[in-house]
């Protein structure tokens, strides 16, 4: 299978520790989004790789949020400290780099913190 | 940014089409129009887009208002696998960041 993987699928932590996500998009695809879904709501933008170089992050992603893509591959989205609020489900897309970007998403980390 | 209004729910008989409206008053010249649908339990999925010209792709077809200001998503032939949430989206930026709203639920019966 050669679309967005991202690991684990689902988290289940308690409040106040820190929580790690991968997202691994199709290769050669140089753009790659995190976003944020919570229930009976659409997703909600947080924020935007091109490359290895982060262009842009929601006012939605506080301090406790971090997202890295070393190398521009892989990428890893850490919430710090976590709250019951950060609850939701998160999701990676990706994109290659042409006029249009149809984004290509993965399947979700379901984060449930107690 | 421009935003969309999409009907809560919308509801079909197997086999039959389904039309999908979507209001979007203040798009400008530039935004695309974006339709992504979610089935239950995967994340989004790309349908269908648009500029100006009405569009159609094996997933769909898009009629786009002559002022732009509305858009249908058709399905021709509604089938259960179709029961999704589909999204109408404004494209409002170059590198393609997606501002989804609350989509409209299509339930396919039977």
């Known amino acids: 299978d050669t679309g967005v993987s991202q690991d684990p699928r689902h988290k289940i932590t308690k409040r106040g520790q820190n929580v790690t996500f991968r997202c691994d998009p199709i290769?050669?695809?140089?753009?790659l989004y995190w976003y944020r879904q919570t229930l009976g709501q659409g997703p909600e933008f947080l924020t935007y790789?091109?490359?290895?170089?982060?262009?842009?992050k929601s006012r939605l992603l506080s301090d406790r949020f971090s997202a890295e893509r070393p190398k521009g591959s892989f990428s890893t989205l850490e919430i710090q400290r976590t709250e019951q609020g950060d609850s939701a489900m998160y999701l990676c897309?990706?994109?290659?780099?042409?006029?249009?970007?149809?984004?290509?998403f993965g399947p979700g980390t379901r984060l449930t913190v107690l | 940014d421009a935003k969309t209004t999409q009907p809560n729910s919308m509801e079909s008989n197997e086999e039959e089409p389904v039309h999908l409206p979507c209001n979007h008053s203040?798009?400008?010249?530039?935004?695309?129009i974006h339709w992504y649908r979610q089935l239950p339990s995967q994340g989004p999925e790309y349908v269908i887009h648009?500029?100006?010209s009405n569009v159609n792709n094996r997933m769909a077809s898009l009629a786009i208002a002559e002022d732009r200001k509305s858009s249908t998503l058709i399905l021709h032939r509604a089938t259960l696998r179709d029961a999704a949430v589909y999204y109408c989206?404004?494209?409002?930026?170059?590198?393609?960041?997606?501002?989804f709203g609350a989509g409209t639920q299509v339930v396919v019966t039977p």
């Open positions: 790789f091109q490359n290895e170089a982060q262009l842009e």
């Open positions: 897309a990706s994109s290659p780099e042409t006029v249009y970007n149809e984004q290509f």
């Open positions: 290769s050669e695809h140089n753009r």
């Open positions: 648009g500029l100006t």
């Open positions: 989206i404004l494209g409002t930026d170059s590198w393609g960041k997606l501002q």
């Open positions: 203040t798009i400008s010249g530039t935004d695309y």
